[in-house]
């Protein structure tokens, strides 16, 4: 079982910038695709990011994040990066990334299969 684990995770004033990073136990070429979700206590994870098939089919934000994160992947390192700038107080939350290894959908949080244990993301109002 691939484990995965996030960091990059910090405070950082309204309007800057963070790149967070999945690193991954196994070849992360083998799935079939990786998110990024976020969570704010009290509320659904959702997702932010996906990416499929090792970086070269489809990858994309989601609209709510469309223009200002980036989802990326290194399949030689295996690592997953989520680059997002302009960030808003809103944004606070605990960022996951997660991994699906057979085809089907990648859209719930159900969807996947391997999750990380989260990196925090801080944006003081």
């Known amino acids: 079982q691939v484990q995965l684990e996030e960091s990059g995770g910090d405070s950082v004033e309204s309007g800057g910038s963070l790149r967070l990073s999945c690193t991954a136990s196994?070849?992360?070429?083998?799935?079939?695709?990786m998110a990024w979700f976020r969570q704010i206590p009290g509320k659904e994870r959702e997702r932010v990011a996906v990416?499929?098939?090792?970086?070269?089919?489809?990858?994309s934000a989601d609209s709510s994040v469309k223009g200002r994160f980036t989802i990326s992947q290194d399949n030689s390192k295996n690592i997953l990066y989520l680059e997002m700038n302009s960030l808003k107080p809103e944004e606070t939350a605990m960022y996951f990334c997660?991994?699906?290894?057979?085809?089907?959908?990648?859209?719930?949080?159900?969807?996947?299969?391997?999750w990380g244990q989260g990196t925090q993301v801080n944006v003081p109002a």
């Open positions: 196994g070849n992360i070429i083998n799935f079939y695709c």
């Open positions: 997660a991994a699906r290894k057979l085809l089907g959908g990648c859209a719930r949080r159900d969807d996947f299969t391997t």
């Open positions: 990416s499929y098939r090792g970086g070269a089919g489809t990858s």
